[in-house]
């Protein structure tokens, strides 16, 4: 069974940042293109960053406009989320997942991630005012 662990969200204030890890088990990462997500209790799932199996790939949500980048260390099975300049919008909780195959630039933007495969348990992030 595949696993997702997402760890490293927190509170920070707003300008501060955050580096969010997420740790696969139970399959061959690099089956895999990742992607990281958020959720709030207000809004839909969205999409925030994914990239491709060999990581050299990424696509990004609109918003994030330079201030996160998506990263993986596949001798690691590990994807990351550095999040810069945090603002306190992107209060949510994160998710990462995984999907089966992979993807390249556009190809990796799924609005709600209904084509995802596996699902980590997520992580909250807060950024104070």
């Known amino acids: 069974q595949v696993q997702l662990v997402e760890s490293g969200g927190g509170l920070v204030q707003a300008g501060g940042s955050l580096s969010l890890s997420c740790v696969v088990s139970g399959g061959t990462f690099t089956d895999y293109a990742m ?58 909780k994160y998710y990462c997942a995984a999907l089966n195959g992979n993807c390249s630039g556009y190809g990796c933007y799924d ?3 209904d084509e995802y495969d596996y699902w980590g348990q997520g992580t909250q992030v807060t950024v104070s005012s």
């Open 35 to 92: 992607g990281w997500f958020r959720q709030t209790s207000e809004k839909e799932r969205e999409f925030v960053a994914a990239l491709s199996v060999s990581g050299g790939s990424t696509y990004y949500a609109d918003f994030i406009k330079g201030r996160f980048t998506i990263s993986r260390d596949n001798a690691k099975n590990t994807v990351y989320l550095q999040m810069n300049s945090l603002k306190p919008e992107d209060t949510a």
């Open 111 to 113: 609005e709600d991630g």
